[in-house]
């Protein structure tokens, strides 16, 4: 079911840009644009900026762009559709229930089509759990049995899959689910028989396991892991979905959607390693938490949970070795700017038996008691080994001070020298001057980095700076330079009358009717202005910056906020009246589309010397002068038309 015009624009008129993306970083306001850290690449200063007046963000550290929609679509990963979804929830706007399986697949798009099988195979798993012999006999006793209530289950989409190689398969091609949509989504495995290539079979992925479905942030089902409950050597206790369009392991942490309401009102995230842990710890009423599944912790991850907290606090099963070997990611943790905590388990307990054993309250209390932040925690671990070594305690110092130099925040970084000098027993001064040489070490690596970045512009939105944008580009030709500007008029005043019945746009289609664009990204874009204008749609900014091509987005937010904006203060500045581009639109395009015209004849010109230079047959050669005549002709019409001398 299709989303009507009026909503979508209902949804888009309700949209406050700095709204909705504050609701995601701290923006900081700058005079007449935000500030931020960018929520998509790592940095300690700000390079994103968020321009309100016109509706677009930008990041001149990793260069993502767009509009608040595009903003939802890339930090939630949801599809356009999703995304006004999103926007209509938080606006208030009602949309009719979601697309059912009987969509049109080759209208939606793949990712949406993923989600529906998906959506399809987590209420299949889930019906075999509560309905079928097999699937209550072995499944449901087996989650009865870890005490997981019946509200619980459903709270996690808990299933079953049966001990069949074609349960899941046969049922869903049979309602209609297409093969190949099952095998992208990951659900079903295809085998080709090694002797007979035509002969291609399929099975499912999951088989007599319990299902647990993982969820993206706004709560769709992007992938399933699963448990066996036999004890079969041959096959993996754990089956994860493998990496598909929706599912990136490395990105998701699971839970999240169950939690992210709870971290944020907790201001802090429990790290959890198994999706038992997690659900064991809601049913006892601790909700802030999330599993990162087995692997371990990335940088996309953590980010994720510092969306909702800077805090986390890592609750770690029983066993030191595993403990000690996932030390240098939690560096990654403090990078990042975040506080990390750590609680440990007594002997052979881990986050779910104990909550069992304890009842929630009592656990809280013991995280509570026994929580440590990490650094004093990491340096106490790593003493115990060192007693009357003095290489090894060496060793120990520069670990621990290459933990600390990776906190972001000196005064944090000051405490941490203090506590560390206590518990080692050893002068602050020690530890400073360690950390300086490492400090010193890793500014030499940088110096000698091949390519320096890139020296961001230091304040892009600021008016004056626009006066450089015009040097960024100076490898941009002539043609290419009048291309951009044609397209950027048709982006900033796509619905702007030029006389009463023709827009802007539709004028440079005819002007331009016969003109080849020379530039690629031009041409394409001039091409979807046209298809959008015959389809009877305005092509106007929103069509390009949500479009899905990553580069024309981009290209249309420089557009947008081009050189010509007007700025107040380059009057003051330059003592010149510089007019408001709205107010001389027609005479702007009017002579923007003639040079362009010049230009391209001057283009045509060139190439007409070059083919005369090159010896041709006589007969080429007359037809060569003629059209060489005819381009004059028009040369001298146009720059007459634009008032110019002609030049010889
Ligand atoms: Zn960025």
Redesign the pocket.
């Known amino acids: 079911m299709a989303v009507s015009k009026e909503i979508l624009d209902k949804i888009n008129e309700s949209i406050d840009i700095v709204e909705v993306i504050g609701d995601f970083v701290t923006l900081k306001k700058k005079g007449h644009y935000y500030s931020a850290c ?1 929520p ?2 790592n ?1 300690k200063t700000p ?2 900026a968020v321009t309100p007046a016109k509706g677009i963000y930008k ?1 001149f ?2 260069g ?1 762009a767009g509009d608040a929609i595009r903003f939802v679509m890339d930090i939630e990963g949801l599809s356009y559709i999703e995304a006004m979804r999103y926007l209509a929830k938080k606006y208030g706007i009602d949309i009719p229930e979601g697309p059912t399986k009987d969509v049109d697949f080759h209208k939606q798009n793949e990712r949406e089509s993923l989600l529906i099988v998906l959506q399809y195979a987590k209420n299949y798993f889930q019906k075999i759990l509560q309905e079928h012999d097999e699937g209550q006999s072995i499944g449901y006793s087996y989650f009865k049995e870890r005490g997981f209530s019946d509200s619980t289950i459903k709270k996690f989409d808990l299933g079953y899959s049966l001990e069949e190689w074609e349960g899941l398969f046969k049922q869903a091609v049979k309602e209609g689910f297409s093969i190949e949509m099952l095998e992208k989504a990951g659900l079903v495995v295809r085998k080709e028989n090694a002797n007979d290539k035509n002969s291609v079979r399929h099975y499912d992925r999951f088989r007599a396991r319990v299902i647990f479905p993982i969820h993206n942030v706004t709560g769709k089902v992007i992938a399933f892991g699963a448990r066996i409950l036999k004890t079969d050597k041959s096959q993996p206790k754990y089956l994860n979905s493998p990496e598909t369009e929706v599912y990136h392991k490395s990105k998701i942490l699971y839970g999240i959607y169950q939690a992210k309401q709870s971290i944020r009102q907790e201001d802090n995230c429990f790290l959890v390693e198994g999706y038992t842990d997690v659900i064991s710890l809601h049913q006892a009423g601790i909700e802030n938490v999330v599993a990162s599944s087995g692997t371990s912790l990335t940088e996309d991850q953590v980010r994720l949970i510092s969306r909702y907290t800077i805090n986390i606090t890592i609750l770690y099963d029983g066993d030191i070795a595993g403990i000690k070997a996932s030390m240098r990611g939690i560096d990654m943790i403090l990078e990042q700017g975040m506080n990390v905590n750590v609680v440990t388990f007594p002997d052979s307990e881990d986050p779910d038996s104990y909550v069992r054993k304890l009842g929630g309250e009592e656990f809280k209390k013991y995280i509570k008691a026994s929580k440590k932040d990490f650094i004093s925690f990491k340096t106490a671990l790593f003493l115990k080994e060192t007693e009357g070594d003095p290489v090894k305690k060496a060793g120990v110092i520069r670990e621990i001070v290459e933990s600390i130099s990776k906190i972001p925040d000196a005064i944090k970084r000051a405490i941490f020298f203090k506590q560390c000098s206590a518990l080692m027993e050893i002068e602050e001064q020690t530890l400073i001057s360690e950390y300086n040489k490492i400090v010193l070490k890793k500014n030499q690596e940088k110096k000698h980095e091949d390519a320096p970045p890139p020296d961001l512009p230091p304040d892009f939105f600021n008016p004056d700076y626009e006066l450089f944008q015009e040097e960024k580009k100076p490898e941009m030709t002539s043609i290419e330079a009048h291309e951009r500007e044609i397209l950027r008029l048709i982006i900033n005043y796509a619905p702007i009358k030029l006389e009463e019945s023709k827009r802007l746009y539709e004028y440079v289609l005819e002007q331009v009717e016969d003109i080849d664009f020379h530039t690629d990204i031009y041409r394409r874009m001039l091409e979807m202005v046209k298809s959008e204008h015959d389809n009877g749609n305005l092509p106007d900014k929103g069509f390009f910056i949500q479009h899905n091509d990553e580069k024309i987005r981009n290209e249309a937010v420089d557009m947008l906020v081009s050189k010509y904006d007007y700025s107040p203060n380059w009057e003051k500045k330059f003592k010149i009246f510089i007019t408001k581009e709205e107010d001389n639109l027609a005479e702007i395009i009017y002579s923007c589309v003639l040079k362009l015209k010049k230009l391209n004849v001057m283009f045509l010109l060139e190439q007409n010397k070059e083919q005369l230079k090159n010896n041709p047959s006589e007969e080429e050669q007359i037809r060569l002068m003629m059209i060489y005549t005819n381009l004059k002709k028009v040369d001298m019409e146009l720059a007459k038309m634009l008032g110019n001398v002609i030049s010889k």
């Open positions: 960018c998509f690449h940095e390079s994103f990041c550290g990793c993502k």
